[in-house]
């Protein structure tokens, strides 16, 4: 079993950076590919970025492609999602799932295993 928790949401204004982090425990972090997802109120809960057990690869959604950037530090189980020009449209609860390694990264919800609870970010306008 592998406890998946997040850190680091916020309010934060149009244009404005954020870093959200994953903390992993329980389970042998370097086998697993890790992803965030994102629910906004009343919507379906989205692949926003992934990256491969080793690092080697990643992806990301067309909506934050060149804004976001996801890393991992498998020496501290960690991974990270720096946000930056943030917009309205990115307010949503933000969790981290993770999922065996397989190539390419899956944006499917149903390829990772465990969650965490989520942490709020919230951008206003």
């Known amino acids: 079993q ?6 680091g949401g916020g309010l934060v204004q149009t244009g404005n950076s954020l870093t ?3 903390s992993a425990s329980g389970g042998t972090f370097n086998i ?14 989205e692949f ?3 990256i491969t057990w080793g690092g ?4 990301y959604a067309d909506s934050v492609k ?4 996801i890393s991992r530090d498998n020496s501290k189980s960690t991974v990270s999602l720096q946000m930056n020009s943030l917009k309205p449209e990115d307010t949503a609860r933000y969790s981290c799932g993770a999922g065996r390694g397989k190539v ?3 944006p499917l919800r149903g390829s990772y295993d465990y969650w965490g609870q989520g942490t709020q970010v919230t951008v206003s306008s």
């Open 2 to 7: 592998v406890q998946l928790v997040e850190s």
């Open 20 to 22: 959200v982090s994953c």
């Open 32 to 45: 697993y590919n890790m992803a965030w997802f994102r629910q906004a109120p009343g919507k379906e809960r």
């Open 48 to 50: 926003v970025a992934g």
């Open 56 to 59: 080697g690869e990643t992806r």
């Open 66 to 69: 060149g804004r976001f950037t």
């Open 104 to 106: 390419p990264v899956s």
